[in-house]
């Protein structure tokens, strides 16, 4: 079954180890790709499911509950099934023998399967991502969409490849006096558990595929608990999973769905005894919560950071500020991997358009966020809208920490008049601040910061980074030796460096199959999507030997 | 350097992947493997030793200290160390950049070279087991020697293959309009930090290496606290290993040993926020502490559990005892594998012999036992000696748990007149005493369980595995269903199970590079030696990335 899917699984498999690029679901939007008639239809589908229960059935189903707003200023109006924990929990342990002894190929094409029929839905997701939130369509389309998938199958493959490293059969015969003695061996992959999976605010798909299909493709039955303010793209998720979990024979409730408003639902789900590996995006105060308290569980957390860029000198100035920018104003800064303290010398940098003062490249940088967020209609299709309350409360504070280099503004969307649309703020702030700087102001809030020199930049981010963790790391200098200086920096801190990104690759963004997304290394957080650790703990082999 | 060691790991990480029989180091002691004078030259070394302090030159050192006496009744006499903690943890930091830059074939071959003079040393250090762990001596050859070495290399060879999965450098290339998006990639692999091995009293050397060389080969600097009664075997391989490392221009600090006498170092260390690995063996009591309290660290531990054999029915009844007697008595029964409850129906059992009654069961194993041992010289060549009082205690009180089917009785150690040598105990215990066979008794304290029948035997390995762990589990049958039955349980307990032994092979022992050694699948471990799992949380991977 789904055996149509093993050139796939052979072709991540190989892209996981050669890291170049590769993609298995095309970004593009374009009816050239996904059909003529598929964006409409996907807008259609979306539409048929709001205002009323999301048509979900599973075990342990309490009252109906939801009250997703989107960020645009729409109610969506749906209600998910409230679990009864322990009736889900135990579905869920119900359903992974069979799962188990379909054993780690099997599960890897039912996986493929689920990505595959969430790609042919991908633009009714790309609707419900847009609509939880608070992207703009496109982003929403390849964040949401296929950009996700392709770290789903990403997960998969890293899983495939762990389970299937060693053989499952072997002869064992070594030479003894008398004859050899001769044994056949069998190892079989058995699952941890029942797993759970914590979905954050801003990308419920993109951070919650990695662990929902590490765990699954390893042998763990899910349970998906999304976040109060995103379920909608993870309840058509969890659908999918059931549909093709029932079609293929196994027992649906391998994934189910576990939504709440608020109750405290996570915290009983992950200190459950039966829950047995945790996946979690969000903020550090929570994840250090599971971290300390999950401790029956095998916990994988991504938390804040503090995103640092550090500008030494550039071979293009326009291409660098550009590039800054569009980093900035990309979701409105509503991303793990936004960039936050902006270091440049205080004595100004060297670029191909002559030397720069601080106060030039602070201002050049303002100039070039405001110019491209200066048309409102192209603006918000950059920006989408604040997610939520908290991010306009720190955006409304981020003033009073130092000099405001740039306003933020907000924006009229034309097509959502209640959207909540705001603009980058970028604020001067002194190196001796490291309690504003040196935490994470999630949301479009960035600051420069006017160092001594690029090596005190460099300790500046080695520091940071170490204390507080970061997602990404960037530098900007024509000198080779600062920029191994800076690779040498990023190492020690244990962050993913991009060095001077001036054209069409954003420091934000990670590809599958070539980029990690997070590196565990420092205390942003403790899993890397995906490498060999992130698979590795979800399963264990256990043999049996028999004299042959 | 070290390139002559290609090979080895080489081989070495082919054998992991196909888990046939395979071996680097020969298990052999004799002259015709080891070289003629090899034994006499070990002994003469590790005499050499005694009475004197350890000669070790390390940072961070106090007074000197130890007191190991061999359960075979010598007072060793050695003196070793005692670590200033801080001074000995920030020397390892202080080493750790250099030996991560080297990069994991550099690493790699090191460690390989370490094993090797390690090998060469074999019978020095089986001296050393021997006087420290009360393991005869060609047991203390094999299992502290070659045995060993084998395990060191397989974790390796795990971690060597974990670290090179994946390319060190790509170039990605995207489609882009106006042209491809290329960028240069480096992967870098970096360590956690500091890591701690706490080693045991009955293998400091089998059961401390594949942490110690799984740290080590994956960057991290490793301190070795060995347990206060089996210090010696462990400060010869910490001098190896320091001797190669400055050899081979690295910091020596990167290995070191950290000796106490039970003041609770161990703790001290294991929390210590610069250690972010922890690899134990040992007691449940501190396993269990060091994972709720050493919450900075990646821990691995390996505890106790009630190894059960289920005995159905057997095509080789003088087989079956034999081989279950050799495992009761090998080492007195002082290892975490060997076989505790021996379940078998009430009604009896199908032989090759005709049908026995569960009474004819218990007073053949009991025969069995008593014939292999019934000659003291040559007994005490398998037995060893008891490791320590706990273990005599235990044994003491055994005949109080049931009806006593073998007596333990003292041996006469015919070259050692201090040794204490006991023979195991066998007890008859009712099903229902589950307070009494559902812990372990670490020590030659074995217990016979009439059950109502092998279903039920099934039903009870099940269960009290899955309660309270077990490294091994074991089945004798003769029928197919069984067999499968018992396979079945086996994997929902998450325990390694071997059926029908009854010759050469012995559920207490387990080959490196083929059979598992625990699964981490139930409560008696959280690591396999050696899996993917066991090397993966050790290192992470930093990237960055360049426009090409």
């Known amino acids: 079954m789904f055996e149509q899917h093993r050139g796939t699984l052979d072709e991540a498999t190989s892209a996981i180890a050669q890291r170049g690029h590769w993609s298995a679901y095309p970004e593009s ?211 999918i999973a059931r549909e093709v979990l029932e079609q293929a024979g196994f027992d649906p409730a391998l994934v189910s769905l576990a939504v709440e408003e608020g109750q405290g639902l996570a915290k009983t789900l992950a200190t459950h005894p039966d829950v047995r590996v945790v996946d979690f995006t969000g903020s550090t105060e929570f994840g250090d919560w599971l971290e300390l308290n999950a401790r029956q569980a095998l916990v994988h957390t991504e938390k804040a950071g503090v995103n640092t860029v550090v500008v030494d000198s550039t071979g293009s100035w326009r291409g660098m500020l550009g590039n800054l920018a569009f980093s900035l104003a990309l979701y409105s800064g509503q991303m793990c991997t936004a960039p936050q303290n902006i270091l440049v010398p205080a004595a100004g940098i060297e670029t191909d358009e002559g030397h720069k003062s601080f106060d030039e490249v602070a201002a050049g940088l303002a100039a070039a966020v405001a110019r491209l967020l200066g048309d409102d209609a192209r603006a918000v299709e950059l920006t989408g809208a604040i997610v939520n309350p908290g991010v306009l409360a720190r955006l409304a504070a981020a003033p009073s920490l130092g000099e405001v280099v740039l306003e933020s503004r907000a924006l009229k969307h034309p097509a959502f008049p209640d959207a909540v649309v705001r603009t980058p703020v970028i604020v001067k702030v002194a190196p001796g601040e490291r309690e504003v700087y040196g935490r994470e102001h999630f949301g479009p809030i960035s600051f420069v910061i006017p160092t001594g020199s690029t090596r005190e930049s460099l300790d500046l981010l080695r520091e940071t980074i170490t204390a507080r963790g970061a997602l990404t790391a960037s530098v900007y200098s024509t000198s080779d030796d600062v920029l191994d200086q800076a690779e040498r920096a990023a190492v020690d801190a244990g962050v993913n460096l991009s060095c001077n990104l001036t054209g069409g690759v954003f420091v934000n963004q990670s590809a599958a199959f070539s980029d990690y997304h997070g590196s565990g290394a420092n205390p942003a957080a403790t899993a890397s999507l995906t490498d060999p650790g992130y698979v590795a703990g979800r399963f264990h082999v256990v043999q049996s030997r028999r004299p042959a």
């Open 29 to 239: 939007p374009s009816p050239r790709v996904y059909g003529e008639g598929a964006a409409e239809r996907g807008r259609e589908a979306f539409e048929s499911l709001l205002g009323k229960p999301y048509p979900l059935e599973q075990p342990g189903t309490g009252s109906w509950i939801g009250a997703e707003r989107s960020p645009f200023g729409i109610d969506l109006g749906v209600t998910y099934p409230q679990p009864l924990v322990e009736e889900l929990i135990a579905a869920a342990k119900g359903a992974l023998p069979a799962w188990r002894d379909a054993g780690p190929l099997a599960r890897a094409l039912t996986c493929v399967e689920i990505v595959d029929r969430i790609n042919k839905r991908s633009f009714e997701l790309a609707n419900a991502v847009q609509h939880t939130t608070g992207q703009a369509f496109v982003m929403a389309f390849q964040a949401g969409g296929p950009h996700a998938q392709d770290r789903a199958l990403e997960a998969i493959a890293y899983g495939f490849a762990a389970m299937t490293a060693s053989a499952a059969t072997s002869r064992w015969e070594k030479p003894a006096k008398g004859g050899p003695l001769v044994m056949d061996k069998r190892f079989t992959v058995v699952p941890r558990g029942v797993a759970l999976v914590i979905g954050c605010n801003t990308f419920p798909t993109w951070n919650a595929y990695p662990g929902l299909f590490a765990s699954l493709v390893t042998g763990n039955p899910v349970i998906v608990k999304p976040h109060p303010g995103a379920v909608l793209p993870l309840a058509i998720t969890v659908s």
